[in-house]
């Protein structure tokens, strides 16, 4: 039944021209940010000291223009400009987190500081006032010093003090904010922060970091889901998941060692985190783990580098999360050929998977080294984790294109990314997977972690040299607003004159 009600959709919807096809009428549109990106006010008011406070003033030098987050757009301030943004782009949602060393100082939930909650509660009421949905996102890298010190993600206590934490969450907003999403990115926590130094606390222990955050992260999403579920979701009716980073990854050719090298390639960068929750087995990757079994065994490990789960444990993760949120930007083409190899440290993660990547020359580049755009790459993604985990609920959390500080307001390459993007989604909707909703990174131009300002994602321009970090309309926005307005996607259609954009605008 349900293939024949898919077949009917599929003709109906390919019979339409591209342009004309649209989303549904539920459908979310938003956009993202993240806490030390966007708020600045790094000590105001009682918060506390996080990981990138302590990075970015200890070695700023790891920050490409010596810059940190400090103040960056000073949403602390701004907060009420944001939410008028928000409106003059019609946004349905707006996906933003929260600094856990604001709300808990120390980390640790015997204190709590007011005037941090009070910051938050201004910041969703202001959207509610405007019927924008709130999607909040618990952790997104800014993890207390305090806890750092302690070992954070590392130690075997870090999932009761995030479900401290989310507990403390779920009772100051849970009234009010309906979609929760416990961690932000496992990959970049546990494979740059812990497994490399592209990301705080550059801790660079390649051999075991990412694996044993990627426990302990995982035991901590299960527990605030749980709690989640027994403790809150009966009076509040809310929802709990996670935002994995999922770019495509597929084989550079269809040999079967280019197949497999190109699972163990998406074992490596998504499957760590989503095969614990998503997949019926539970536990970590199979094909993965035997890898880092018998390297650790050759390397003179006493044990797996890769730490296992109890059976306990395997059974109160799985199936833990009420949606999976996916971050996408770009697609590799995966090799199993010693030619596309590049070196890796002894022992580490790419070292475990040996694989190797390449992406075509012809595919255009954004401002970031990283980021390239891709054909199909959303469809390719989402069917492949629909198929493998059930077609479960998915919302993509970030998608969007980075450009020089210095390129103006007209970005016609962004709106060409957001456009093939969104294209993309609808493709993807059209094929069955369960998709419902999709957020624009970013909302703004914010500070981009290790590139610093240099790199700019935003709808909105912010001048950051102006004391109010005064933000402006690029032509994107425009266009983002259009699409959402019309639910469609008009490739003809031309933003007004950028006299106009600034009169909207403000
Ligand atoms: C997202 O990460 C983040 O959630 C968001 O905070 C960020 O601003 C946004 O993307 C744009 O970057 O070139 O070796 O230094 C996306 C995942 C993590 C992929 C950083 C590229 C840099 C690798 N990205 N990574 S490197």
Redesign the pocket.
């Known amino acids: 039944m349900r293939a024949i009600i898919l077949s009917v959709l599929l003709v109906s919807c390919y019979a339409l021209p591209k342009h004309e096809r649209k989303f549904p009428d539920d459908f979310l549109f938003g956009t993202a940010t ?1 806490s030390y ?1 966007i708020e600045g006010g790094w000590n105001a008011d009682g918060k506390g000291e996080n990981i990138w406070d302590r990075m970015t003033h200890t070695r700023p030098e790891v920050i490409r223009d010596l810059s940190n987050g400090d103040e960056a757009a000073d949403s602390y301030n701004n907060y009420k400009r944001d939410v008028e943004m928000m409106r003059e782009l019609g946004l349905d949602a707006y996906r933003f987190s929260l600094s856990w060393a604001r709300i808990l100082p120390n980390g640790i939930a015997n204190e709590v500081n007011k005037p941090g909650v009070e910051f938050y509660n201004n910041y969703i009421n202001e959207m509610l006032k405007y019927n924008i949905t709130p999607m909040v996102t618990l952790y ?1 890298w800014d993890l207390p010093q305090k806890l750092q010190d302690l070992g954070g993600f590392t130690s075997p206590l870090f999932p009761e003090w995030f479900e401290d934490y989310a507990r403390v969450v779920f009772d100051s907003f849970g009234d009010r904010v309906k979609h929760w999403i416990t961690f ?2 496992p990959r ?1 926590i546990c494979y ?1 922060g812990y497994g490399s130094t ?1 990301k705080a606390p550059i801790l660079n222990a390649t051999d075991v970091g990412i694996y044993l955050c990627a426990k302990h992260l995982v035991l901590g999403h299960a527990r605030a889901y749980h709690a989640y579920d027994k403790d809150f979701r009966a009076s509040q009716g809310g929802t709990c998941g996670i935002t994995i ?1 999922v770019n495509w990854f597929g084989p550079l050719t269809d040999s079967d060692e280019d197949h497999l090298a190109a699972e163990i390639r998406r074992q490596a960068e998504w499957g760590l985190y989503a095969e614990p929750i998503f997949s019926e087995e539970g536990g970590f990757p199979k094909e993965l783990s035997d890898k880092v079994a018998q390297n650790s065994k050759e390397q003179g490990y006493p044990r797996s580098r890769m730490p296992e789960f109890t059976e306990d444990e395997k059974e109160f993760i799985r199936g833990a999360s009420d949606f999976f949120g996916v ?1 996408h ?1 770009t697609a590799y083409l995966i090799s199993g050929d010693e030619q596309y190899k590049t070196w890796y440290p002894k022992p580490s993660l790419y070292d475990d998977a040996d694989v190797g990547s390449y992406t075509p020359p012809e595919w255009p580049q954004s401002a ?3 980021l390239k755009q891709a054909p199909n790459s959303i469809y390719n993604a989402l069917t492949h984790i629909s198929e493998k985990y059930n077609y479960p609920l998915i919302y993509i959390t ?1 998608n969007g294109w980075s450009s020089h500080p210095d390129s103006g307001l007209e970005d016609d390459d962004r709106i060409t990314y957001y456009r093939a993007a969104l294209n993309n989604v609808l493709d993807t909707i059209e094929a069955g997977v369960n998709l419902k909703g999709y957020m624009a ?2 909302l703004m131009d914010n500070f ?3 590139e610093g300002f240099l790199e700019r ?1 935003g709808l909105y321009h912010v001048d950051f040299e102006s004391a109010e970090k005064v933000r402006t309309p690029r032509k994107s926005a425009f266009v983002y607003k259009e699409i959402i307005r019309s639910r469609m996607i008009d490739p003809n259609y031309e933003p007004p004159s950028r006299t106009m954009w600034i009169d909207e605008g403000h």
Do not use: G, P
């Open positions: 993240a990106q997104h932000n990115e970049e740059e592209t980073s971050n930007y970031s080294v990283w970030e990174w970013s981009e972690w290790m994602f």
